[in-house]
Every structure is written in C-alpha cells, then in structure tokens.
C-alpha cells in the first residue's frame, strides 16, 4: 500500500490549489474503474482540492470535476481536470497534481484537434470552427502557458514523424 495525495490546482494556475470540493474517480490501468477491497473509487470528496488515500501497487489514471450543474444550469464551463496517469509502488508517498484547464484553453486544443481529423465532414468541422472562434473572442483568453508554443509542438512533432517516414523508405 502507497498513501497518494490527490491535488487540483486553481483554474489557469500552475502553482496554486483550488479551495473548493471536488470529486476523484480513480480508474485501473485498463480505463475500468478502480475497485479495491470492496470499495469503488468513483467520485471521491475531495475537501478543499485535496485527498489523502492508500492505493496498492499498479498503474492508474484518475481525473476529478466539482460539479454537473450551476444554480440548475446543467453542465456549465469545465468541469473536469484533464486526467493523469500516476504509478503507485509499494512504500513511500507520491503526490498528484491534477490540472484544471481554462475553458479557452480546451476549446481551442478542441478545435485543433477537430482540423486536424480528415475523417470528419468538412462542412461540420467549418461550422464548428467559425461559432467556436466567435465564442472564444467573447471569453478571457487562455493563460500563455496553457497553449504556449502550441504551433512549434505541432511542426517539430510533424518534422519528427516525417524524417521517421523517410528512414523507413
């Protein structure tokens, strides 16, 4: 058994955790979801963004959210931390910080994501992408380093896999 101690850091900061109550689904390596000695590891209370607990040895992934409705809105801006892969060992402690993006930040890695898929209709993908632009001019922009760098990632991993191609030839 390993303690690990679970923390969502505050929306759009790297340094700081967030106050409020969140919930932790810890899910096997397999994308099950954890259930160990009789107990399921779904939607955890997490006080104040933080959960101490003891987890035996393995690969998991895990990814907390705070909420499914404001004032009875329905789901409302990002209610998920991106998920994480985490290794438990056998003694000791490790601690996992789970990352809690801006909604502008998803939308536009969600977008990127969407005009880099071929097999999607392109009129869709079109219409996605001129109401998505016009929805993330009308919210506070995303942190720099939530998306910093995002265009020379992209070329170098292009580059990378395109001299791959051309040592296989």
Partial sequence: ????????????????????????????????????????????????GRLDIELPPGCY????????SVLGMGIWGNHFTHRVTFHVGCGGESCVALWNPSLHSCGFLYQAALLQNPQLPKDLVDAFVKVNTELMRAM???????????????KAVLDAEHKCDDKEK
């Avoid at 259930?35 to 590891?41: I, S, V």
């Avoid at 506070?140 to 020379?152: G, H, M, Q, Y």
Wanted: aromatic share 16%.
């Fill in 61 to 68: 992934s895990a990814v907390a959210t705070w909420s499914f």
């Fill in 1 to 48: 058994m390993q303690k690990v101690n679970f923390l969502v850091q505050k929306r759009e900061q790297i340094c700081e955790y967030d106050s409020g109550t969140w919930y932790l689904t810890i899910y096997t390596c397999d994308g099950g979801l954890l259930e160990w000695c009789g107990k399921k590891y779904l939607a955890l209370p997490m006080k104040c």
């Fill in 140 to 154: 506070p922009a995303a942190k720099a380093f939530e998306v910093r760098n995002f265009d020379e990632i992209k």
